[in-house]
């Protein structure tokens, strides 16, 4: 049970992009399209997924003083193998992702997850949380990407990662006439971020709110129930 | 000279680094809150994306490049600029507190951040020769600084104003930079 | 694998550069009057960052 929860937990309550705020940098550059925000997201996941695998492995081997610019070394190799790959299997990914490959190794959910989780936790445990906030961010990702891409050129387009000119689907949603392209471009970025990231806060702040009252419901008809128990022992 | 000048005002204006390339975004939403930590801010980046500019265009030239090693160019980078960090605030606790005070507090915010490590990597990536690449590492955080310091004073008025209750603090501090955003990419006819 | 190897002992340097750094740098105390400066921020999320709690544990 507490396994699950863990693995959820990326995906709304502690929400990594919106949330937490880590590895904004690359959720606001890479969301322009549903290609970029995939990519991205699977890379993202492969990295967390190995990083959290390796330094779990090593967590008791690595000396305590010097752990941090250990995990650092590693997450630096892995995303340069990453890079590699990218560049080899998919240079359409590689060309419109550019450096922002490079800077997951900056990204700072994976040495987040490695330092808080992945240092204290087995093995099952660490991939479980590796996946969940992996999965959460790419879903963030998704969503803005998703909403930018829409609204910005008003076609949903999915193009094979490995054959750029194969389009898996294509749909318009909005006629060309009615985009507004401000989506496409940076100030849109800000504004989709911003309001995504102000409805998430409304949301947990609301689930907050509704689980204090009830807490305080409680604790008031308890107290009541006590207070009449006394009162008919008294009689 | 015309094209330095260009190169300048684009990495300082046009392609600022926060506004257009959206990287460096961790330590711009978080000590916008004042201005006087904003200035601090602004002087150490320029610090550190200078010297780190320097050292790691100077091993990739002079040590990856002949021994045809670049592949270790993301690694080297990394390991170059968080030893930097660590060397530099070291040198400025024991020599000058004073300093410390103004900016070395700032300095490990920016060790692995990921505009150091854009502009490390743009220089590489563009190939830029070495007058391009001090000009370059020059203008973008002179754009930084101007740009977090006019969002922190943004930023104080802000906390006085009366904002729907969830979207306090960093959402709203996002629309914001939307509209500077907006504001920074009709400079983009200027050059 | 001449490459592999300028790579592997480049890289030992430059790790050991940087771990020697990162230990001259943590034993270093703050100079008096400096000891609770706090950078005044948000980015506590960011690990990487020499004020992080979790490089003075």
Not at chain 2, 108 to 112: A, K, S
């Given at each position: 049970?507490n396994?699950?929860k ?9 929400n ?11 959720v ?17 996941i ?7 695998v390796?330094?779990?492995?090593m967590?008791d081997i ?5 752990r941090?610019p250990?995990?650092?070394v ?6 340069t193998?990453?890079?590699m790959l990218?560049n ?10 550019g ?5 997951i ?5 994976i ?12 093995v ?7 996946l ?28 094979n990662p490995?054959?750029?000119s ?18 496409s ?6 504004l ?8 998430l ?5 609301k ?9 305080k ?8 129930a ?10 | 000279?015309?094209?330095l ?17 959206f990287?460096g975004m ?9 201005s ?10 320029t610090f ?7 050292v ?7 040590v ?8 270790m ?10 030893s ?5 605030e070291?040198v ?8 410390y ?6 300095l ?5 951040n ?37 969002f922190?004073k ?9 904002t ?8 709203i501090?996002?629309?914001t930079c ?8 009709g400079?983009?006819g200027?050059? | 694998?001449?490459n ?14 940087f ?13 008096e ?6 950078a005044d921020?948000?980015?506590c ?8 709690p979790?490089?003075?544990?």
């Open positions: 049970m396994r699950w863990n693995f959820t937990s990326g995906f709304v309550r502690e990594p992009v919106f949330g937490l705020y880590l590895g904004i940098c690359s606001l550059a890479v969301s322009t399209t549903i290609n970029n925000a995939l990519g991205m997201g699977v890379c993202v492969i990295t967390l997924l190995l990083s959290n390796i330094i779990s492995v967590r690595v000396p305590n003083d010097i941090i250990v995990y650092i590693i997450i630096a190799s892995l995303v193998v990453v890079e990218v080899a299997f998919s240079p359409a990914l590689a060309e419109s992702l450096t922002f490959i490079s800077l190794v900056v990204n700072c959910i040495l987040g997850r490695a330092e808080a989780f992945a240092s204290k936790n087995g099952v445990d660490s991939i479980l949380d590796a969940g906030m992996g999965l959460g961010y790419t879903v963030s990702l998704l969503a803005m990407a998703l909403i930018r891409q829409v609204i910005g050129t008003g076609v949903l387009e999915f193009t490995f054959d750029a194969q389009i898996i689907f294509s749909f318009t949603i909005i006629p060309s006439d009615f985009t507004v392209s401000l989506f471009s940076a100030p849109g970025a800000f989709t971020f911003g309001i995504l990231a102000g409805l806060a409304m949301y947990n702040g689930k907050q709110e509704k689980a204090e009252a009830e807490a419901a409680a604790k008031a008809a308890a107290a009541k006590a207070a009449e128990a006394k009162l008919k022992e008294a009689k | 000279m015309g094209e000048f260009t190169l300048f005002i684009s990495a300082a204006l046009i392609d600022n680094i926060i506004l257009s390339k990287t961790c330590p711009f939403l978080g000590v916008s809150k004042k006087s930590s904003a200035v601090g801010m602004g002087a150490a980046v550190v994306i200078f010297a780190a500019a320097l790691t265009y100077g091993l990739y030239y002079m990856l490049d002949p021994l045809d090693i670049e592949y160019k993301l690694i080297t980078f990394i390991l170059v600029i968080a930097l960090v660590q060397f530099v070291m400025i606790k024991k020599f000058s507190p004073p300093l005070k103004a900016l070395g507090i700032y490990p915010l920016i060790t692995t990921c505009a150091v490590l854009y502009v490390v990597l743009e220089n590489i990536a563009q190939n830029y020769n070495f007058i391009e690449m001090v000009v370059y590492s020059l203008g973008v955080p002179v754009g930084f600084m101007l740009v977090i310091v006019v922190s943004i930023r104080e008025r802000l906390e006085a104003a009366d729907p209750k969830y979207f306090k603090g960093n959402p501090g996002l629309i939307a509209l500077m955003a907006m504001a920074f990419s400079l983009a200027l050059v | 694998m001449n592999i190897g300028y790579a592997l002992i480049f890289m030992a340097i430059m790790v050991g550069i771990i020697l750094t990162y230990l001259g740098n943590k034993n270093t105390p703050k100079p009057g400096c000891e609770d400066l706090k921020c948000g980015g999320h960011d690990i990487s960052c020499g004020h992080h979790a490089h003075t544990e």
